[in-house]
């Protein structure tokens, strides 16, 4: 099922040094279908080659739903292994993908995210809440374990929270959300877009090279131990130091001069 015979199920507008990808499925609760997985891939690809873009946003459109993840009518329309397999493989390399952008990339998210709709706010960076949204892995409630969801999910709120929901497919409010660490701000539902694009331009101001290498070196540390952890992230600071954004930044502060614009404007 597509957005609308002439619409596209995904659709991009740039604003400034921000993009903002819209999920496009309102009559289908924004499902991933395949669709929607392989136009998310596209973006991300052309993404990771736009050094214009400095920050990205994952919205939906519709008021009922962020995602409601996979597509059971496209799932229920065979029983085709490879066909599933295939699917589960393009959807988990486009969860990847947004790791490795060089810009961070973040969920806003007014209503219902279930299954792989929650996984995909798991997957991004950031994520921006409305105070009116709902979290679930409920695949279970429809007799299917969400084993790629868990994944995103369990990395982000650890993993009693995790099966806690991957079990029940109880549903947790955003303040819930908050607390176990799957979106890093909640606002009133009318301030999201306001507060989500200022965060997004807050973050496409600062040097464009440091956010890139910081995001890259986050994300590989936090799959080290502790020790391996401060040797990577040593070895990644003094380095960074001595790039020119990093000179320019601490001899503004030193010398109480106005700090360097980095916009590129």
Not at 150 to 170: C, E, H, Q, W, Y
Not at 181 to 196: F, I, M, N
Request: proline share 4%; glycine share 6%.
């Amino acid at each position: 099922m597509t957005a609308a015979s002439n619409e596209s199920v995904l659709l991009r507008r740039d604003e400034g040094r921000v993009a903002f990808l819209t999920l496009n499925r309102p009559r289908a609760m924004n499902a991933l279908s395949g669709e929607l997985i392989d136009a998310l891939q596209t973006e991300f690809d052309r993404l990771a080659r736009d050094a214009a873009i400095r920050c990205v946003v994952i919205e939906a459109q519709g008021d009922r739903a962020f995602s409601t993840g996979h597509d059971l009518h496209e799932v229920a329309s065979t029983r085709d292994y490879a066909f599933h397999h295939s699917l589960m493989t393009r959807c988990s390399a486009m969860m990847l993908s947004i790791g490795r952008l060089p810009q961070p990339v973040i969920a806003k998210v007014k209503a219902v995210a279930t299954a792989a709709g929650c996984q995909l706010v798991a997957a991004c960076d950031l994520a921006v809440a409305s105070s009116d949204a709902t979290f679930a892995t409920s695949g279970i409630n429809n007799g299917l374990f969400c084993g790629t969801p868990s994944v995103a999910v369990g990395r982000n709120i650890g993993p009693k929270r995790a099966l806690d929901m991957l079990f029940t497919g109880t549903f947790v409010d955003a303040a819930t959300a908050l607390r176990d660490g799957l979106v890093s701000r909640v606002v009133p539902a009318a301030d999201l877009d306001r507060e989500t694009k200022a965060l997004a331009e807050r973050i496409a101001s600062q040097p464009p090279q440091q956010i890139a290498s910081g995001k890259a070196m986050f994300r590989k540390h936090m799959e080290m131990n502790v020790e391996q952890a401060y040797a990577y992230a040593t070895d990644y600071m003094a380095g960074a130091i001595q790039r020119e954004d990093a000179q320019a930044g601490i001899d503004a502060f030193v010398n109480k001069r106005p700090k360097p614009d980095w916009t590129g404007k």
